[in-house]
């Protein structure tokens, strides 16, 4: 998968060098700049090192070496040639000269102080991709098919993985960490602590795994049913029931409340039950229904207010839960949300 590319300083001789792993000799490590691949994957070119003795200093790009440089043996990393950004996902990677320092730089964006903004020299990820091995990719989870990379290239797992995203990077996007987004009932950050007080993860390791479990509530790669489809395409709400709340209009163009419950094991979940209240506090959710059949030819249960229930105009308040069916025993997102009022999920309408 696209890895982290961090920047180092090497203050005895004043270069900034841009690579994977640990610091080169002398070196002191900075912040990730950029995202790139750590093997060769479909569309990318290998990323060499130069090194420049006159200067004294590396860059970093494609092709053959610039005056006074000398090609490196391997390849530092591998990304994209400059055209197409997959859709906003990629972002150049300019080489800058300091004139202070009298060396380059590799990064994104604007120029740093005393730095010239000079060409771009590849593309890159300016967020990390998250792996997920559900995400159904033309039609085949992730995991089919880095499995097959797997038994038919001789690839490892990680490059497996890697050949995976770089053909469907959408579908792997990251969002940003937001420490207050509610994931199956708990805040993020929460979740996150709790990796880090029973797992021994680091914060950066922790917000990832709940990044990765959640990534529709981070504004990544919306969360993929495992029984086929994705959860809706409105206020998208991963975890054991992933489901989606949205807007519609009913026969008379009243604004209605609709859910989408699409159950991630489909087999063993006979019913979906959704409670809620519009504009009402938690204990007051007066709107009960079951749902018993799926939308034919799909796993996702869909429940919309009928017509002598309440409207829902956009800046509504909802609060719900949900009941589902499930081995015949009733389970509930969020867990005890039926006891614990203060347990249940809002949403502001949009």
Same mark, same amino acid.
């Given at each position: 998968?696209?890895v982290?590319? #961090?920047?180092?300083v ?5 270069? #900034?060098?841009?690579h994977? /792993?640990d610091? %080169?000799? $002398?070196?002191?490590k900075?912040?990730?700049v950029?995202?790139a691949?750590?093997?060769q994957?479909?569309?990318?070119e290998?990323i060499f090192?130069?090194? @420049?003795?006159?200067?004294?200093e590396?860059?970093?790009h494609?092709?053959e070496?610039w005056p @006074?440089? =000398?090609?490196g043996? #391997?390849?530092v990393?591998?990304?994209y ?7 906003g996902l ?7 000269w300091?004139? +202070?320092e009298k060396k380059?730089?590799?990064?994104? /964006?604007?120029a740093?102080?005393n730095?010239?903004k ?8 300016p967020?990390?991709?998250t792996?997920n ?6 039609? *085949?989870?992730?995991v089919?098919?880095? +499995? ?10 990680a ?7 770089a053909?469907? &990077?959408?579908? !792997?996007k990251?969002?940003? %960490? ?8 708990? &805040? *993020?950050? @929460?979740?996150?602590k %709790? ?13 990832a795994?709940v ?5 529709? =509530?981070?504004?990544g790669?919306?969360?993929?049913a495992?029984?086929g489809?994705y959860?809706g *395409?409105g ?6 029931f992933p489901h ?6 009913d026969?008379k ?5 609709k !859910? ?5 094991n489909?087999?063993e ?9 519009v @504009? +009402? ?6 709107m009960n229904f079951?749902?018993? $059949? ?10 919309v ?8 105009? *956009? ?10 069916m499930?081995?015949g025993?009733?389970a509930?997102? &969020?867990?005890?949300?039926? &006891?614990? +009022? ?9």
């Amino acid at each position: 998968m696209a890895v982290a590319i #961090h920047e180092f300083v090497n203050k005895d001789i004043g270069e #900034h060098t841009f690579h994977t /792993g640990d610091a %080169w000799p $002398k070196e002191e490590k900075k912040d990730v700049v950029f995202y790139a691949f750590p093997c060769q994957v479909k569309g990318t070119e290998p990323i060499f090192d130069y090194w @420049n003795a006159k200067d004294k200093e590396h860059t970093f790009h494609f092709g053959e070496p610039w005056p @006074n440089e =000398q090609k490196g043996e #391997h390849p530092v990393f591998y990304a994209y040639p400059l055209g197409d950004e997959k859709g906003g996902l990629l972002q150049a990677v300019h080489s800058y000269w300091n004139d +202070k320092e009298k060396k380059h730089s590799f990064h994104m /964006g604007d120029a740093r102080t005393n730095e010239d903004k000079h060409e771009p020299q590849f593309l890159a990820f300016p967020t990390a991709l998250t792996w997920n091995n559900d995400v159904v990719c033309e039609a *085949a989870p992730a995991v089919n098919r880095a +499995k097959w990379f797997m038994e038919h290239k001789g690839l490892s797992e990680a490059d497996a993985r890697a050949n995976v995203m770089a053909e469907f &990077p959408t579908l !792997f996007k990251s969002g940003t %960490w937001n420490p207050d987004v509610v994931c199956d009932g708990a &805040p *993020a950050q @929460n979740r996150a602590k %709790w990796l880090m007080d029973n797992k021994g993860l680091s914060e950066a390791d922790a917000r990832a795994s709940v990044m990765a479990e959640y990534p529709a =509530q981070f504004g990544g790669a919306p969360s993929p049913a495992k029984g086929g489809g994705y959860a809706g *395409a409105g206020h998208s709400v991963a975890g054991r029931f992933p489901h989606t709340l949205e807007l519609v209009k009913d026969d008379k163009g009243k604004s209605r409340l609709k !859910f989408s419950v699409t159950p991630t094991n489909p087999q063993e979940v006979t019913m979906v039950a959704v409670h809620y209240s519009v @504009n +009402k506090e938690p204990g007051h959710e007066d709107m009960n229904f079951d749902v018993n $059949k799926t939308v034919a030819g799909t796993n996702t249960y869909v429940h919309v207010t009928p017509d002598f229930g309440p409207v829902c105009e *956009a800046g509504a308040k909802v609060t719900y839960w949900l009941g589902v069916m499930e081995k015949g025993i009733i389970a509930e997102m &969020p867990e005890k949300a039926c &006891p614990h +009022k203060e347990n249940r999920l809002t949403w502001i309408a949009k």
